[in-house]
């Protein structure tokens, strides 16, 4: 899969996709993000990509021109199959979402700065809006971290059994249960004497129904819906 990302901070992106499981993903060549700095479609030698808001009002815009022309430039090489705005008005980021993102072959990223992007490059351009929570960040470059994250580990063979996706909180509509390691009894903590006894099919049904217990208590919203109980 590939990711193109248009940003002004490009140094901002680096770092979390450049360790750990997206540097892996990469490194096999399973997944190939590249942040594009805005800049070098700037309207002047200053490097401007922001205006002042038609109608007044605290706060820049980005403009039209820089973004255009990036975009244009970038579809030149790729067909993207989604043109994607991070956004706090978008579409809030769950797991389905990710699930469905990773199926496709190119996607394009836009992160907003300021007070956004000019209304017309979402009409023109953009063809979904994601926000990844309610609450404002600076920028989206936060955003698109998260959304290349949580969607470039779904990329089939990214993970080894030992980090599967399959057995993660939402991935089955039950918040995972509770996990310990070494060792077995810490300051008089002890390790549930389930996991210590060694029976496969007792020691599922005991993360089942710890999954369901933690769900019922933190998330019971995520029971409401049909099925989710059906699997036991
Ligand atoms: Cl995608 N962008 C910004 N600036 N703030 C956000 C967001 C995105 N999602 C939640 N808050």
Partial sequence: MKIDIITVLPE????????????????????NVKTYNLRQWAVNKYGQVDDYQYGGGAGMVMMCEPLANAIDTLQKDTKYDEIIYLTPDGITFNQKIANALSLKENLLLICGHYKGIDERIRQQYVTMEISIGDYVLSGGELAAAVLVDAVGRLLPGVLNDETSALFDSFQDDLLAPPVY???????????????????????????????????????PDMLDKPDVLDKA
């Fill in 12 to 31: 901002l992106l680096e770092s979390p996709l450049n360790h750990s499981i997206m540097k892996r993903a990469q490194d096999k060549g399973l997944l």
């Fill in 181 to 219: 390691t070494r060792p077995a009894d810490f300051r008089g903590l002890k390790v549930p004497e389930v996991l210590l006894n060694g029976n496969p099919k007792i020691i599922d049904e005991w993360r089942y129904e710890q999954s369901v217990e933690r769900t019922r208590n933190r998330r």
